[in-house]
């Protein structure tokens, strides 16, 4: 017997993520603040509840995918958690997720916390590699990892209800580094006869073979020594950044994507980090 389900909002991920329950044969609960939206799942076999108490109420596992944690607080305001698993896919912030969990724990719920790293259309396409990271009480995880897993992978990443939300958001803040990196290559070739379907290929496959470099980071961190084994040394880099610099003057490109990053390797330079790679950029950042 296939764990039925509810799920609390038919927004696009959510309607992604009932259809991926709906196709593997889990008995399927759906409540939507606008019922139009669940229209089309109800032809397809999901049970529509007329409100979210008595969606949750239909179910022991509740799967929430809102807008954000206020919307959250706001559907979650007149349910019944009492006895209740509460499995909260909302984009959010560590601190939300920890006091979302607090606040369901005070209601008599089990609380896990998700961050989905997916888009709707690879939900329950699990060739694809999406997946979903979750935090909070590992038996509770355990209990739910199958019914969990049809419509992404899960990645586990500890009890602290935070720490999927941290996950997420480390993952995504890496990606607009990257996003305003290739931002910055592009305005570069802007002007010129160069067509950037031909940069593309080279761009990918360049931040494909730069990628691996985060382990070496993870290594340095671990050991802080920043300076063994290095080849291209900071004070090499920073040597370099002129070059750079006139190169996006000479394009025509301004600098503001590259330069904070710039300003933060001369800094540690200047208070002695020469020898090492760019791991000490990292203790500037903390505060
Ligand atoms: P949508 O904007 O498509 O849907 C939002 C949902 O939240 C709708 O069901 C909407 O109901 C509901 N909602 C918003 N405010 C309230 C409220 N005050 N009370 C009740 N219901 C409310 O968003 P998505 O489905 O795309 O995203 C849902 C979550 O998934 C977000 O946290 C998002 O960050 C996350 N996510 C989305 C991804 C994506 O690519 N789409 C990727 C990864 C994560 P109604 O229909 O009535 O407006």
Same mark, same amino acid.
């Given at each position: 017997?296939?764990?039925? @389900?509810? =799920?609390?909002?038919?927004? !696009?991920?959510?309607?992604?993520? %009932? ?16 019922? !139009?939206?669940?229209a089309a799942l109800a ?13 949750? /109420? ?20 007149? #349910? ?12 959010? #912030?560590?601190?939300?997720?920890? /006091?979302r969990a607090e606040w369901a724990? /005070? ?8 961050? =989905? ?14 997946? @979903? ?36 958001? /480390? ?11 290739? %931002? ?53 880099? @920073? ?41 000490? @950029? ?6």
């Amino acid at each position: 017997e296939k764990t039925p @389900v509810t =799920i609390l909002g038919l927004g !696009a991920m959510g309607t992604a993520l %009932a259809r991926a329950w709906l196709a593997a044969g889990h008995p399927l609960t759906v409540w939507n603040r606008t019922p !139009a939206r669940a229209a089309a799942l109800a032809a397809e076999g999901a049970r529509v509840a007329d409100t979210a108490a008595e969606a949750v /109420a239909a179910n022991t596992l509740t799967v929430v995918c809102l807008l954000d944690d206020a919307s959250v607080g706001e559907v979650l305001a007149g #349910t019944d958690l009492t006895g209740r698993d509460l499995v909260n896919l909302t984009t959010g #912030t560590p601190a939300q997720a920890r /006091a979302r969990a607090e606040w369901a724990r /005070a209601r008599g719920a089990r609380y896990l916390d998700g961050g =989905i790293m997916a888009v709707p259309p690879i939900i329950g396409v699990p060739e694809t590699g999406g997946y @979903v990271f979750y935090s909070g009480p590992r038996e509770l995880f355990d209990r739910h990892r199958a019914t969990l897993g049809v419509p992404a992978g899960t990645t586990y990443v500890g009890e602290d209800p935070g720490f999927a939300a941290l996950h997420d958001v /480390a993952l995504l803040s890496a990606m607009y580094g990257m996003f305003a990196g290739v %931002a910055h290559a592009f305005a570069l070739i802007s002007k010129e006869d160069i067509d950037p379907a031909a940069l593309a290929p080279l761009l990918a496959d360049w931040l494909a073979a730069m990628a691996p470099a985060v382990h070496q980071t993870a290594d340095r961190l671990r050991s802080g020594d920043y300076t063994k084994g290095v080849v291209s040394s900071l004070a090499m880099q @920073v040597a370099g950044t002129p070059t750079f610099l006139s190169t996006a003057e000479q394009q025509g490109v301004s600098p503001e994507l590259l330069a904070p990053y710039f300003e933060l390797i001369r800094r540690r330079l200047a208070e002695g980090g020469g020898e090492e790679d760019v791991t000490g @950029v990292i203790d500037l950042l903390v505060r």
